[in-house]
């Protein structure tokens, strides 16, 4: 049976006097606030980014996202994190250093290690570190309602 590991977190938002402030159950480490509901939500994603990024530089263990509760309010990782910050999770989960996933690509460690650090990684690249982990990669994209489309021909 396959798991798929999908990083879109959920954060909690708290309506304060003169903003929101926005937390993480997952992670008592990031927590931001906004003018706006949408600021505030927009702060989350990049406070999320930044902090999960750091960690995976830190070779720290990241917790997948807990299920969503009432209430909560859906925060996806930018695409360029998510990318390397999937590299380290599955990493962590078929218990590897970089050095062994990169003997297994056949690449010098470096070359691995900049994956994992880096978010301007190729399509390509990704699925080759995935492969020799025993993992595949699912792109997805997700169409907002509000957003005009391009009318047909």
């Known amino acids: 049976m396959s798991e798929t590991i999908d990083l879109t977190y959920y954060a909690q938002v708290e309506k304060e006097d003169d903003g929101y402030l926005v937390t993480f159950r997952d992670f008592n480490n990031i927590f931001t606030e906004g003018d706006t509901l949408e600021d505030a939500l927009h702060n989350a994603q990049e406070a999320l980014d930044g902090v999960l990024m750091e960690m995976a ?55 691995y290690q900049r994956l994992e650090h880096n978010g301007n990684m190729t399509l390509k690249s990704l699925k080759r570190a995935a492969a020799a982990m025993g993992g595949r990669v699912e792109i997805k994209l997700y169409m907002d309602n509000d957003v005009p489309q391009a009318p047909s021909h």
């Open 57 to 111: 530089k830190g070779d720290y263990n990241i917790a997948l996202p807990s299920a969503k509760q009432a209430g909560d309010y859906p925060i996806p990782l930018s695409p360029d994190v998510a990318a390397p910050l999937l590299l380290h999770i599955l990493r962590h989960k078929c218990d590897k250093t970089m050095t062994e996933v990169a003997e297994l690509m056949h690449v010098p460690y470096q070359q």
